[in-house]
């Protein structure tokens, strides 16, 4: 049973920067894709970022291009997010996820078979 654990999560001003990790187990994670997802308050889950464990091939949303760099670490099987020039807009709870690889497409979660509990992200203006 795959198991992920988001950390990292806080309180930050707008520009600053955050690094959630996402520490996975019980897989075996060159068959994934890992996945960091945001929901705010009355909005739905949105896609941020995705990584396929066995190239690195990376994907984007277009509101954080440039902004945030999704990474993994195959020693210590995490995925980790770094956001930096974080924006109010940015606020959200972040969870991380695990697709397989010849699953569904990366952006849309119900490709997503396991998920994290969340971490909360707060920027202040």
């Known amino acids: 049973q795959v198991q992920l654990v988001e950390s990292g999560g806080g309180l930050v001003q707008a520009g600053g920067s955050l690094r959630l990790s996402c520490a996975a187990s019980g897989g075996t994670f060159s068959m994934y894709g890992l996945g960091w997802f945001r929901q705010a308050p009355g909005k739905e889950r949105e896609f941020v970022a995705a990584?396929?464990?066995?190239?690195?091939?990376?994907y984007y949303t277009d509101s954080v291009k440039g902004r945030f760099a999704i990474s993994r670490d195959n020693a210590k099987n995490t995925v980790y997010l770094q956001m930096d020039s974080l924006k109010p807009e940015d606020t959200a709870i972040y969870y991380c996820?695990?697709?397989?690889?010849?699953?569904?497409?990366?952006?849309?979660?119900?490709?997503?078979?396991?998920w994290g509990q969340g971490t909360q992200v707060t920027v202040s203006s």
């Open positions: 990584i396929r464990w066995n190239d690195g091939y990376t």
């Open positions: 996820a695990a697709k397989p690889i010849r699953g569904g497409p990366y952006y849309q979660s119900p490709s997503y078979d396991y």
